[in-house]
C-alpha cells in the first residue's frame, strides 16, 4: 500500500519562505520519480516541480530560482524548499510519485498522491 504523507503548509507574508515535506512508504518510496504540484481555486492543477531518483530536477517556469526540489532516499522523504513567495503561489500543494524515468511535470502521468498541504501568500 502506498502513501505519501506531506506537512509545513501554512499562511506566510510575501517574500517569506516555507519547506514542504513529504514522506513517501510502499511503492513511492522507490520509485523513479517525485513531484509537487499545486492547484489554487478555479485553476487547473500544475506541475511545480520534480525530482528523478538520482537527484535530477525540473521546474516550472513561474518557480525557478525560488523553489527547490530536493529528495533524501535514506529518510525516504521529499522537499520543497519555497523562497521569495508571492500571492500568486497561493494554492493546495499536492505531493505525488510515479514509476517512469524521465521527468514529468503533467499531473496524468503520476500515479501516487498525498492529501495536500495549504499555502497561503499574504502582501
Known amino acids: 500500500q502506498a502513501q505519501l504523507v506531506e506537512s509545513g503548509g501554512g499562511s506566510v507574508q510575501s517574500g517569506g519562505s516555507l519547506r514542504l515535506s513529504c514522506a513517501a512508504s510502499?511503492?513511492?518510496?522507490?520509485?523513479?520519480?517525485m513531484g509537487w504540484f499545486r492547484q489554487a481555486p478555479g485553476k487547473e492543477r500544475e506541475g511545480v516541480a520534480a525530482?528523478?531518483?538520482?537527484?535530477?530536477?525540473m521546474y516550472a517556469d513561474s518557480v525557478k530560482g525560488r523553489f527547490t526540489i530536493s529528495r533524501d532516499n535514506d529518510k525516504n522523504t521529499v522537499y520543497l524548499q519555497m523562497n521569495s513567495l508571492k500571492p500568486e503561489d497561493t494554492a493546495m500543494y499536492y505531493c505525488?510519485?510515479?514509476?517512469?524515468?524521465?521527468?514529468?511535470?503533467?499531473?496524468?502521468?503520476?500515479?501516487?498522491w498525498g492529501q495536500g498541504t495549504q499555502v497561503t501568500v499574504s502582501s
Open positions: 505525488a510519485g510515479r514509476s517512469g524515468w524521465y521527468l514529468r511535470l503533467t499531473p496524468k502521468d503520476y500515479n501516487y
Open positions: 510502499g511503492y513511492t518510496s522507490n520509485g523513479a520519480c
Open positions: 525530482i528523478r531518483s538520482d537527484g535530477v530536477t
